[in-house]
C-alpha cells in the first residue's frame, strides 16, 4: 500500500479512536455523576414531607401546614416514570436495576432506600398492567446479594406506595409467594375508579377526605381546588395518575357515594362545597384518615388535637354502635360507655 494511503488510513483510525475515547469518557462521567449524586433520605415523591408538625400550636396552623406538606404526596417523583393513565402500551419502559447505579460509598442505608425506590416503581408497574406480582421476580430486580434484606426492602417500598397512593402491599398467596396492592377504600377495581388499567386513585381520595375533616366536615369548592392545585392538580387538565380530576371528584366520587357535592345554603350566587359520602363513612374512619395525614407528615395524630378528640369520639361512637348491633343485646348500658371510652384513652 503507497505511504499516501497507509498515512491516511492511520489518521482516520487515530480519529475513530479519539471519538470512541471521547464518548467512553462522557458514559463515564455521566455514571460518575449518576454515582455521586447522594441519595434522598427519602423517595423523591415524598419530598418535602419531612415537615414536622410538632411545632403547630393551633387548629389554623395545622391546616396549612398539613396543606404544605401534602402537595407532594401525588406528584410524578420516582413514579413519574411510569407512564400516564391513558397509555395502554404493553411495550412501555419497565424499570430495570440498570437505571439505578450504586456507589461503594453509599452506606446500607442509602442503598435500600434506593432499591425500595426501584422496588416501588416496579409495583405499581404491575399493579398498572394488572399483572402477577411474584416474589422471585421481586428477588432478581433488587438482586440476590440483597435477599437478606428483601423484607426491609420490601417494606420500605410498601410505606411509599402506601404514603403516595393509599393502598398497601399484602401476600396474596403465601404458596406461590405473590403479592397485591389492596386499596384502602373499596373503591371500584381496586382503586381505579374506572375498569382497564391504571394506578389507584384512593390517595386523592384520602386527601380530600382528611381536607374536609381538618375543615370541620366540610370545606367549598374553592378551598379544595386551592388544595389539589398546590398538589399540581387542575380542573380540566389531565393529570397522569387521575385522569380528568374535575370529573373524577365531583362525578364518579359522589355517584359511587364517598363524597357529597352540594350547594352551600344559602349562597347567592351559589356555591358548593364537599363533605363526606356513606361510603367513606362506612369504609373508613376519621382516626384511620387523622393517621394518613400523620403518615404523610411524619408525625403523630395528636398533633391535631381538636381532630384528635374528635376521632376519639368517633370511634367510640362506633365502638357502641357495633355493640348495640350485637344480636341479644337491648339499649345503652353504662358499663358499655365506661368500656369504650378506655379503649380508646390517648395511645400517643
Known amino acids: 500500500m ?13 480519529r475513530r479512536h479519539t471519538q470512541d475515547d471521547s464518548q467512553s469518557d462522557r458514559n463515564i462521567q455521566a455514571t460518575a455523576a449518576t454515582e455521586e449524586e447522594p441519595p434522598s433520605s427519602s423517595s423523591p415523591v415524598l419530598e418535602g414531607n419531612s415537615q414536622s408538625l410538632s411545632a403547630v400550636e393551633s387548629s389554623s396552623t395545622s391546616h396549612g401546614s398539613w396543606m404544605a406538606s401534602s402537595t407532594s404526596i401525588n406528584s410524578p417523583g420516582i413514579f413519574g416514570r411510569i407512564s400516564h393513565e391513558g397509555d395502554n402500551n404493553q411495550g412501555e419502559e419497565r424499570p430495570h436495576s ?32 394488572k399483572q402477577p406480582i411474584l416474589k422471585e421476580d421481586m428477588l432478581r430486580l433488587v438482586h440476590r446479594n440483597y435477599e437478606d434484606q428483601f423484607a426491609e426492602i420490601l417494606k420500605r ?42 394506578l389507584p386513585k384512593t390517595g386523592l381520595l384520602m386527601n380530600i377526605l382528611g381536607m374536609i375533616f381538618i375543615k370541620g366536615n366540610h370545606v367549598t369548592e374553592e378551598e ?10 387542575y380542573a380540566g387538565r389531565k393529570h397522569y395518575i387521575y385522569g380528568e380530576p ?6 364518579d366520587l359522589v355517584r359511587l357515594q364517598y363524597l357529597e357535592y352540594q350547594q352551600v345554603p344559602n349562597s347567592d350566587p351559589p356555591r358548593y362545597e364537599f363533605l363526606w359520602g356513606p361510603k367513606a ?33 368517633d370511634e367510640e ?24 371510652s378506655s379503649s380508646f384513652s390517648h395511645p400517643y
Not at 503507497?2 to 487515530?14: D, I, L, M, V, Y
Not at 379544595?224 to 392538580?233: A, H, R
Request: proline share 3%; glycine share 4%.
Open 246 to 251: 374535575r370529573k373524577l371528584i365531583t362525578k
Open 98 to 129: 440498570s437505571q439505578v447505579l450504586l456507589s461503594t460509598g453509599n452506606s446500607c442505608s442509602d442503598i435500600l432506600n434506593i432499591k425500595a425506590d426501584l422496588l416501588a416503581q416496579y409495583l405499581l408497574y404491575k399493579y398498572k398492567m
Open 317 to 340: 361512637e362506633r365502638a357502641l354502635a357495633r355493640v348495640a348491633a350485637r344480636p341479644g343485646t337491648t339499649g345503652h348500658c353504662q358499663a358499655c360507655s365506661r368500656v369504650a
Open 2 to 14: 503507497p505511504r499516501g494511503q497507509k498515512s491516511k488510513r492511520r489518521t482516520r483510525e487515530k
Open 281 to 313: 363513612h362506612a369504609e373508613t374512619s376519621k382516626m384511620e384518615v387523622l393517621e394518613f395525614m400523620a403518615k404523610i407528615n411524619d408525625t403523630v395524630p395528636t398533633t391535631f388535637p381538636l381532630q384528635y378528640e374528635e376521632a376519639l369520639q
Open 224 to 233: 379544595i381546588w386551592k388544595f389539589l392545585n398546590m398538589m399540581q392538580v
Open 157 to 198: 417500598a410498601s410505606e411509599l406506595i402506601e404514603l403516595a397512593f393509599a393502598v398497601e402491599v399484602k401476600e396474596a398467596d403465601s404458596t406461590s409467594h405473590s403479592y397485591d396492592l389492596v386499596s384502602k377504600l373499596k373503591l371500584p377495581n381496586n382503586g381505579r375508579v374506572r375498569g382497564g388499567i391504571g
